[in-house]
């Protein structure tokens, strides 16, 4: 599973500098996505005998079938049938509140539909080989698991992950411990498309630990942020990093205070790996900036790095800038908020 969480080759030729406000015109890439509910086809089931409707399923769509069992339940390959049906069956007694609460909310799916399908046309005009699966998978699994990803043949939806922030499932101590409120007040349902968008990319140019420089992961990380902006042109930039729509006002606001914390603790050019792991990762705040200020603060600023060098260079594809070095980015836009 390719995780989380053709068009005429021409395409790959045109612009990456369309205006931030001005999306491409993207309505001649053909995009067809169907949808399949495994999370109705396992919790709707009226079966006496778990045992053969997942032998059924198994049959019908093995590959999902298998991923879910084995990979997102965790069951052991080496169980008897009727010991795998019964540890399937206890998660789906367990989890019928959250199945209840997402049919709610995605009893019918259209809408998120055409958001991925409309996503997956900007991943296509900015990367014209890149291979788009056929279809769409939604499921319910464990919320302390995984969510959102690519498959080979799916785009693969976790409707657990994107029931409102104020879930109830969400507050426990269990979730909590691995997906705290600066994380898990993005589980909405519009947050879907977004999910997408960054598999795709990240299915596209693997992101790979490095030992490059603070600022250097600064710029790879912003080099993300810009082609997500340009596969979502109408999604806010704060939903695009995670941050709440103050903490971005307040980023805007402060970006040169930002910059300034970098320049004078001489933390640009630091290698070590906890120091960037306080500004690269997801975290609740930045300390050195106040109790307000977002977490991964070094993305912020790397985001704007790129924006300045794009300025500059609007000729630029995206293919093109996410190969570029991030040393010569940063040297050539020459940020100074």
């Given amino acids: 599973m390719r995780k989380l969480f053709i068009v005429a080759s021409i395409v ?51 590959a999902f079938t298998n991923i879910f069992i084995y990979q997102v339940l965790g069951a052991d390959p080496k169980w008897p049938a009727d010991t795998t049906a019964a540890y399937v069956n206890l998660f789906v007694n367990s989890y019928r509140s959250v199945y ?9 799916f259209s809408t998120y539909e055409k958001d991925i399908e409309k996503t997956m046309q900007y991943v296509k005009y900015y990367f014209p ?9 939604t499921y319910i699994g464990p919320a302390d698991g995984e969510g959102d990803g690519i498959g080979d043949s799916a785009v693969i939806v976790g409707l657990h992950y994107h029931l409102g922030k104020d879930n109830p499932v969400y507050k426990t101590a269990l979730v909590q411990a691995i997906y705290p409120e600066y994380i898990s007040r993005t589980f909405e349902p519009d ?42 042109p109408g999604t806010a930039d704060y939903r695009l990093i995670g941050y709440t729509e103050q903490q971005m006002k307040d ?7 930002i ?9 640009l050019q630091a290698i070590d790996k906890n120091i960037l792991k306080r500004y690269i990762e997801e975290g609740p705040k930045t300390d050195e900036l106040g109790e307000g200020a977002p977490g ?24 093109q800038l996410i190969k570029l070095d991030e040393e010569m980015i940063f040297q050539e836009a020459k940020y100074k908020p």
């Fill in 12 to 62: 790959s030729l045109f612009l990456f500098s369309c205006d931030a406000d001005k999306a491409p015109d993207v309505s001649h890439i053909k995009i067809d996505l169907v949808t399949e509910r495994f999370d109705k086809k396992l919790f709707d089931t009226t079966t006496t005998s778990l045992t053969s409707y997942l032998q059924q399923l198994q049959s019908t769509d093995p």
């Fill in 100 to 108: 209840a609460d997402a049919q709610k909310i995605f009893n019918d």
């Fill in 129 to 137: 080989k890149y291979k788009v699966p056929g279809k769409i998978v």
């Fill in 191 to 232: 947050h879907i498309p977004v999910n997408i968008a960054k598999q795709a990319l990240n299915d596209i140019y693997p992101e790979t630990e490095s030992d490059k420089t603070l600022v250097n992961q600064m710029v790879a990380k912003g080099k993300r942020l810009y082609i997500l902006k340009k596969f979502l």
């Fill in 251 to 257: 980023c805007d606001k402060n970006e040169s205070r």
């Fill in 259 to 267: 910059w300034d914390m970098f320049v004078k603790a001489n933390l």
């Fill in 296 to 319: 991964n603060i070094g993305s912020y600023t790397g985001w704007q790095i790129v924006k300045k060098y794009m300025e500059k260079k609007p000729e630029t594809t995206a293919e």
